[in-house]
């Protein structure tokens, strides 16, 4: 199958709009946690610090003169950072969680409180038919 073919059925099976769309709520929710971070878990963070703005903080490695500028390390938005990278990993294991639970519950051919999806159920008739088939066959053969 040829480069273009291939990209030609990921385009049309709907994985490029899934992906998309996937690509586009994943950056409103960054803005939505960096602002959750900036404004609602820094500082109370900043009162436990006496006040420092830990967006602020950094290490000077050359003071800035009049002919130089100032060289510095920020680690306080590196602290920011980590803080909103953390937040949203732990957003989306909880939502993959969530997913995974009802994704098993819905695949479970013997729970008969969520209606079984189709393709489900038709694996499971073809395995009932297939296992009546051999013993058909094993009883011919005796």
Partial sequence: MGFLQE????????????????????????????????????????LLTDGVNLSNKKYVLRTATNSVEEIAVGYGELIEVLVDFFIIAFTIFLV????????RK???????????????????????????QNTLLKNKKS
């Fill in 7 to 46: 990209f030609k059925n990921f385009a049309i099976k709907g994985n490029m709009i899934d992906m998309a769309v996937g690509i586009v709520i994943g950056t409103a929710f960054n803005n939505v946690i960096s602002t959750i971070v900036k404004k609602i878990v820094m500082p109370p963070l900043s």
């Fill in 96 to 103: 993959i969680k969530i997913i995974n639970r009802f994704k």
């Fill in 106 to 132: 819905s695949e479970d051919p013997h729970d008969k409180t969520v209606e079984t999806p189709k393709n489900i159920q038709l694996l499971s008739n073809i395995e009932k038919l297939m296992e009546e």
